[in-house]
Nanobody
Framework: QVQLVDSGGGLVQAGGPLRLSCAASGRTFSHYPMGWFRHAPGKERQCVAGISRSGGSTYYANSVKGRFTISRDGAKNTVYLQMNSLKPEDTAVYYC????????????????????WGQGTQITVSS
């Protein structure tokens, strides 16, 4: 089992950058595909980025492609979401998620495919 702690949210002006971090407990972090989701008021929770266990494969939602970058650091048991050129429509609660250990090196983007969740961190982008 893994526990996830999200951090790095806050208030930012449109066009600005922000980086989220997700610290994972456990010694098998490298076995877990990871993802970042967001949940905006009145909308369904959406996967914005996913990364395979090795970091070699990544997924991005069309709405963030070219602006967000997901990465992972095995030595620190941490996954990051670097967000650039933020827009007011990026305002949401962002959640880190982990899928149970797999041997394949795929990314995942469906909410039902993830087993563990962080507590969420609020990002508000002002215009």
């Amino acid at each position: 089992q893994v526990q996830l702690v999200d951090s790095g949210g806050g208030l930012v002006q449109a066009g600005g950058p922000l980086r989220l971090s997700c610290a994972a407990s456990g010694r098998t972090f490298s076995h877990y595909p990871m993802g970042w989701f967001r949940h905006a008021p009145g909308k369904e929770r959406q996967c914005v980025a996913g990364i395979s266990r090795s970091g070699g494969s990544t997924y991005y939602a069309n709405s963030v492609k070219g602006r967000f970058t997901i990465s992972r650091d095995g030595a620190k048991n941490t996954v990051y979401l670097q967000m650039n050129s933020l827009k007011p429509e990026d305002t949401a609660v962002y959640y880190c998620a982990a899928r149970a250990p797999v041997y394949s090196d795929f990314y995942y983007y469906r909410e039902a495919e993830y087993n563990y969740w962080g507590q969420g961190t609020q990002i508000t982008v002002s215009s």
